[in-house]
Nanobody, 124 residues
Framework: QVQLVESGGGLVQAGGSLRLSCAAS????????MGWFRQAPGKEREFVAA????????NYADSVKGRFTISRENAKPTVALQMSSLKPEDTAVYHC?????????????????WGQGTQVTVSS
């Protein structure tokens, strides 16, 4: 099992930036893909971004393309989500997760080992 802990959330004004980080421990030596998902109050959890084990291939939800960037450092191991041009609709609890298919970036059902999440609030 791998344990995930997210950090970096907070309150930011619309147009601002935040950088989320997720640290993996336990059986963290891989290989696995990593991803970010988010859940707003009263809504279902939705996919945000994912990155392959190699870090070369990335997948983004249409709603965040061009604004968010996912990256990872397997030596630590961590995955980060750099968020820019934030909008009020980005407000949610952000969770990271792993997929033991190292290139399973669109296999959303394959993601698990959810972290506790970090709250991102974007004010208008």
């Amino acid at each position: 099992q791998v344990q995930l802990v997210e950090s970096g959330g907070g309150l930011v004004q619309a147009g601002g930036s935040l950088r989320l980080s997720c640290a993996a421990s336990g059986r963290a030596y891989g290989p696995y893909a990593m991803g970010w998902f988010r859940q707003a109050p009263g809504k279902e959890r939705e996919f945000v971004a994912a990155v392959s084990w190699s870090g070369i291939t990335r997948n983004y939800a249409d709603s965040v393309k061009g604004r968010f960037t996912i990256s990872r450092e397997n030596a630590k191991p961590t995955v980060a989500l750099q968020m820019s041009s934030l909008k009020p609709e980005d407000t949610a609890v952000y969770h990271c997760a792993v997929n033991w298919d190292p290139i399973g970036l669109q296999d959303f059902e394959g993601f698990g080992s959810w972290g506790q999440g970090t709250q991102v609030t974007v004010s208008s």
